[in-house]
């Protein structure tokens, strides 16, 4: 069966249409780039075709880019540089074809797709949400090889270029369409027709070869004088190395091949862009973040078919979580009731879900009438009205157990006997929660991270009542949220939370002997840390995170048992981000420098300041020790899992593939002893657990 179709019609217009044989999507694997290599020499050499327009045979889905399982099985540079050299020459071909080229663009375009697309004339595409276009290499540790570090800074200009190539984020039709990297943006249904239309109007012309991006006089001065743009580029660097702190090689070698193209010409930025793409293919870092890959599509695939259909929900509490959550069902087209306690309250959470699909709209991935049409799926009410309808309803209420006690008693009260309870909360016991309910199998955690609709992770929390079809029914209906869920068991701060907070306490102990606050946030991002304990736990908020740490003292007993630091600053008003004091000083919602006053407040301990070595083993071993014990009790029983839920959930650095395989590459023997000789000098929370003993013995790791 062929990959590519080419079908030239009576009017001389070809369309070869790539539709990869039994595979759901398109995919640019080693034989289809033969095949295409082949095709466009047929084109080349037909009498009468005037202009051709290239488009995908699959339904919303237009090229995902390069066979991600080629480039995780490169082993040797050179086999990674060949690659790139025949993709960016086969792509050259496309690029020299002696008639007008355009792409059909409808769902994702991505890595090669979009280099293919770049390499055509035009690109006219479809104003679906599923339509986004991306140099996403950098996600996986490598840089674009089929020359688009090359060809998208002379479409968009540098950049609109850079900011797509160094970042590996998708652009959406609205903003493609302003920075020229659409020509045309068009209704899916009548998308080939715009296509040929356009390549027809282009038979007989030349080539379009200006940027085509509409941008200001100054930014147009800055990127066309080599002296400016070398400004740009020192600033891009900057920009990356802060962002990254050095830990992610990828953008660093793309920005090389992109100002060398630009300051030595296409040949020798070709060249460049394939020898990185080959040099950085074989890296651990690449590895280990295509291999996360691998962990969120098994995270997805994991997820069993369920026959509830929730078309109707609730969402108790208009608070923080409460508006995020409303707003993301109301986007996937589930009506939602909202019920708080007072007006204001709900005129908040309608606000912020109204924030939410301002900012989606401004971005391009929906249209402004999906917007609206989703914000008009959410109504407040301040009783439980319309809850009779509700398929499910999601808990947001504060986080005290007597209370959501009574909520899960009223609900069940209006509701009908189907409806699911699921809960958000972030520490609470489901199983307790499930001693109020009528219907314990009903009850489950649904536990989203903030911001709702920038965390892909949800936690579904069994309780010892959970059904199969209630757990089964709210990990479904989080992918159809489009979020990632991980099944645990219930216990302590269930997965995330429970080996968050040791990381944070240890932080706030090391405060205590002296520390200050930016050395140990500063070692903590260096380790490719999203965010640094402090700015982490003004974040969760002060309060937020002293109850959640008691709760885990309760659960999980004298090893948890927080530094009465939390529960001082808290008690002196230090809340963190949401009231502008916490363990940084704030301006608005800008965070600014540390806040000297905390000093002042903090519980000292004796054996002040011990030096910097120990800031990382102290934390990240506890999260270590931790999770094995998450493994012993089986709140979660896959290694893997247990990575892929701290990566999606708190962003533990990608580039390290996780925290048991960072624990596996350091060697279980090592930290073992790190554990035991803290244990000493620190305390017994540091003893290493039963299981890590026993590996550090047999020579074994999490993942062997
Ligand atoms: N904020 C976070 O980062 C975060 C993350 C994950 C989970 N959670 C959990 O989500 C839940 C809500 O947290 P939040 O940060 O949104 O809190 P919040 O204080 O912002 O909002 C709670 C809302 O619940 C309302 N409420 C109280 N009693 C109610 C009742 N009987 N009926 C209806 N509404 C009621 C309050 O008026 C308030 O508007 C908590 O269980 C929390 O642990 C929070």
Redo the contacts with the bound molecule.
């Keep these: 069966m062929p990959a590519f179709n080419l079908n030239v019609r009576n009017d001389g217009i070809a369309i070869i249409t790539f539709d990869l044989p039994e595979e759901k999507v398109n995919k640019l694997t080693t034989p289809a780039m033969e095949e295409l290599d082949r095709v466009l020499d047929e084109a080349a050499a037909k009498k009468g075709i005037k202009a051709l327009v290239f488009s995908s045979g699959k339904d919303g889905n237009f090229i995902v880019g390069a066979d991600i399982a080629e480039i995780r099985d490169i082993r040797d540079p050179k086999k990674g540089e060949e690659i790139a050299r025949k993709g960016q020459s086969i792509l050259a071909k496309l690029e020299a074809l002696p008639f007008p080229t355009v792409a059909a663009i409808h769902g994702p375009c991505m890595g090669g797709g979009l280099e293919l697309a770049l390499a055509c004339w035009r690109r006219v595409i479809s104003n679906d949400q599923r339509t986004m276009l991306a140099l996403p290499e950098v996600k996986l540790g490598i840089s674009p090889g089929f020359g688009g570090t090359q060809r998208l800074p002379r479409l968009v200009g540098l950049m609109n270029a850079l900011d797509m190539i160094l970042t590996g984020k998708s652009i959406y039709a609205k903003k493609a369409r302003r920075i020229g990297l659409a020509d045309e943006v068009v209704y899916k249904e009548i998308l080939l027709e715009s296509a040929v239309k356009a390549a027809r109007k282009d038979i007989g012309k030349k080539r379009p070869q200006t940027i085509r991006a509409r941008r200001p006089l100054i930014i147009r001065l800055m990127e066309g004088n080599p002296f400016t743009r070398s400004i740009v580029f020192r600033m891009a660097k900057k920009t990356v190395l802060k962002e990254t702190r050095g830990n992610y090689p990828a953008p660093l070698a793309a920005l090389d091949a992109v100002r060398t193209g630009l300051g030595r010409g296409r040949k020798a930025g070709y060249r460049k862009e394939a020898r990185f793409l080959g040099e950085l293919a074989v890296t651990a870092i690449s590895k280990n973040l295509v291999s996360i890959y691998y962990l969120n599509e098994a995270l997805k695939k994991d997820v069993a078919p369920s026959p509830a259909r929730i078309a109707n929900a609730g969402v108790?509490?208009?608070?923080?979580?409460?508006?995020?959550i409303a707003q993301l069902f109301a986007e996937k087209g589930i009506f939602v009731r909202m019920?708080?306690?007072?007006t204001t309250?709900i005129s908040?959470?309608l606000k912020a879900a109204a924030n939410v699909f301002k900012k989606r709209a401004k971005k391009g991935i929906l249209d402004p009438l999906q917007a609206r049409d989703g914000f008009d799926r959410i109504t407040g009410t301040l009783d439980y009205s319309g809850f009779g309808q509700a398929d499910m309803v999601v808990?947001?209420?504060?986080?005290?157990m007597d209370?959501?006690k009574?909520?899960v008693a009223?609900f069940e009260n209006a509701s009908k006997e189907s409806a699911i309870f699921a809960?958000?909360?972030?520490?609470?016991s489901i199983t307790e929660l499930a001693t109020a309910s009528q219907r314990p199998g009903k009850v489950v955690g649904m536990?989203?991270?903030?911001?709702v609709d920038k965390m892909p992770l949800v936690e579904i929390v069994r309780g010892e009542k959970t059904s199969d079809e209630t757990a089964a029914a709210i990990a479904s209906l989080s992918r159809r949220l489009g979020k990632l869920p991980v099944t645990v068991n219930d216990g302590p701060g269930f997965l995330v939370?429970r080996i968050l907070m040791p990381y944070l306490g240890e932080a706030v102990k090391m405060l205590e002997e002296g520390r200050r606050i930016g050395e140990i946030d500063e070692e903590l991002l260096d380790f490719g840390m999203p965010m640094g304990a402090f700015i982490l736990l003004d974040?969760?908020?002060i309060d937020?995170a002293h109850?959640?740490a008691d709760i885990l003292y309760q659960g999980l007993g004298e090893r948890a048992k927080p530094s009465s630091t939390l529960g001082s600053l808290h008690e002196e008003g230090y809340l963190g981000k949401k009231n502008g004091k916490g363990f940084y000083r704030y301006k608005g919602r800008a965070r600014k420098g540390p806040d000297e006053s905390v000093y002042a407040k903090i519980v000292k301990v004796s054996g002040q300041n011990r030096g910097n070595q120990d800031i990382i083993d102290r934390t990240v071993l506890l999260m270590v020790k931790e999770a094995a014990l998450c493994l012993e009790e089986t709140i979660i029983e896959r290694a893997d899992y247990l990575d892929g839920a701290l990566i999606f959930g708190i962003g533990f650095p990608p580039f390290r593939g996780g925290l048991l395989r960072y624990a596996d590459d350091r060697g279980i023997k090592d930290i073992v002893e790190k554990l035991e000789g803290f244990a000493k000098k620190y305390g017994e929370r540091f003893a290493p657990p039963k299981s890590l003993i026993e590996m550090a013995g047999s020579g074994k790791g999490f993942y062997s």
């Design positions: 108790l509490g208009a608070g923080v979580m409460g508006g995020g019920k708080d306690i007072k309250f908040t959470g808990e947001a209420v504060v986080e005290n209370v959501k009574a909520v009223e809960s958000n909360t972030s520490s609470l536990h989203f991270f903030n911001p939370n974040e969760i908020g937020v109850k959640v």
